[in-house]
């Protein structure tokens, strides 16, 4: 079961949720959709492989209120295991998924891949989606 957690204020992050449980299921595993105030450590601790999505707020940042308060309970659970990060943004170059790359990095993740969409996924979007979930599952 590969967890799949996401924060999304408009929609956009949440279809590139879907596009990532979709690519792990056709990679023949099962994946579990879960809103980030809905997460917890346990989830993380037991997941070998997890996503996490979130968009641009603030400038260049994590949404503040739920999912930057997750990430820093969870963040120390995060070593050794395979990471997929993703995201929309819109006015910017996805300055705040470098910056969240690099923060997940310092971790020492076993494998960490991103994908960031420009607003609402495209059919491309959503196809770098499903291909990074597959790739996540078979890294
Ligand atoms: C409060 C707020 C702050 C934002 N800050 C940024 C930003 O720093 N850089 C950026 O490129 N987009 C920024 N955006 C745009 C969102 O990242 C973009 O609309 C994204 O598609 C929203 O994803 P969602 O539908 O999953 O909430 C911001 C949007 C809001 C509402």
């Known amino acids: 079961m590969i967890p799949v957690i996401y924060w999304s204020g408009t929609g956009n992050t949440e279809a590139m949720a879907k ?13 579990s959709l879960i809103e980030a105030a809905d997460a917890t450590e346990a989830i993380v601790k037991d997941a070998d492989r997890i996503a996490f999505g979130c968009p641009a707020m603030g400038a260049e940042e ?24 993703f995201g929309s943004y819109d006015w910017a170059d996805g300055e705040w998924m470098e910056t969240w790359e690099d923060e997940v990095r310092g971790l020492g ?6 994908v960031i969409c420009k607003g609402e996924p495209d059919a491309d979007g959503v196809k770098e989606c499903q291909d990074s979930a597959r790739a996540l599952c078979e890294a």
């Open 62 to 85: 994590l949404e503040e209120t739920t999912m930057r308060p997750l990430m820093d309970d969870v963040n120390p659970l995060l070593k050794g295991k395979y990471v997929l990060l």
């Open 19 to 31: 596009a990532v449980v979709k690519g792990i299921e056709a990679a023949g595993q099962e994946a």
């Open 109 to 114: 993740p076993a494998y960490l891949a991103t």
